[in-house]
């Protein structure tokens, strides 16, 4: 008996490496650039609490976020599918000729096209014309609590790294400890992420690193150009 052959895509991790990247990311990238603001504000270790409540406030604001956007887009999607069902159940003929066209337009001459729209709409009509028409599919379909989940965790990860560095790290080196090691934690980040989802490694860590390194120091400059010593 052959052994079936089981593929598997990259587009099945978007649900939560999306999220996961960009939480890891902002968490890094906000909570070092707030450190660094502060620090360079000549406050003494004031910028442990403030990156405390930066990562408190920032991946409860992460999860908020996500939720909102990413359940907005299952409402949408789920609003579209009711539509296409009331279109089925009005009119049948009609919709089995829009799905003959589309599959006409991808290259199927229009009696095979005709056939094909036929036997799928016998088998599931509504999941034809969901994948089809509406290009909703269950892969790639809006996921609001695991992008939440994803998000609000990976943001904490990402701040407690440059947070971690401030605790230990020497008062005088501390900006210095603090902007080398976010843009390592930066870079392996972009290149886990990029590999991840099959891109060049390199380009993905030169990426995230290079707007990290803008970030933190457009803060820090903030910080020194606005700061007063306590």
Request: hydrophobic residues 50%; charged residues 15%.
């Amino acid at each position: 008996m052959r052994s079936r052959h089981i593929e598997r895509h990259l587009t099945g991790q978007i649900g939560w490496l999306r999220p996961a990247v960009l939480g890891a990311n902002d968490g890094i990238v906000s909570t070092a650039s707030l450190v660094l603001g502060v620090a360079a504000a000549c406050n003494p270790r004031q910028h442990i609490t403030c990156g405390i409540a930066g990562l408190v406030a920032g991946a409860m604001s992460m999860a908020a976020g996500e939720y909102v956007s990413v359940q907005s887009q299952a409402d949408s999607e789920q609003a579209d599918i009711e539509r296409e069902r009331k279109e089925l159940e009005t009119d049948d003929p009609g919709e089995r000729k829009e799905l003959v066209a589309i599959y006409v337009g991808r290259g199927l001459d229009p009696a095979l096209a005709k056939q094909v729209a036929d036997q799928l709409m016998a088998h599931d009509a509504l999941g034809a014309h969901t994948r089809d028409e509406l290009g909703i599919s269950e892969t790639l379909n809006a996921r609001p609590l695991q992008a939440t989940f994803a998000s609000a965790t990976s943001f904490a990860v990402g701040a407690a790294m440059p947070l971690i560095v401030t605790v230990f790290a020497p008062e005088e080196n501390l900006i210095a400890f603090i902007s080398v090691t976010s843009l390592v934690f930066l870079a392996l980040l972009g290149g886990v992420a990029a590999h991840s989802g099959g891109a060049r490694v390199a380009v993905g860590a030169i990426r995230v690193t290079f707007w990290g390194a803008l970030a933190m120091g457009l803060t820090a400059a903030v910080g020194a150009l606005f700061g007063t010593t306590v």
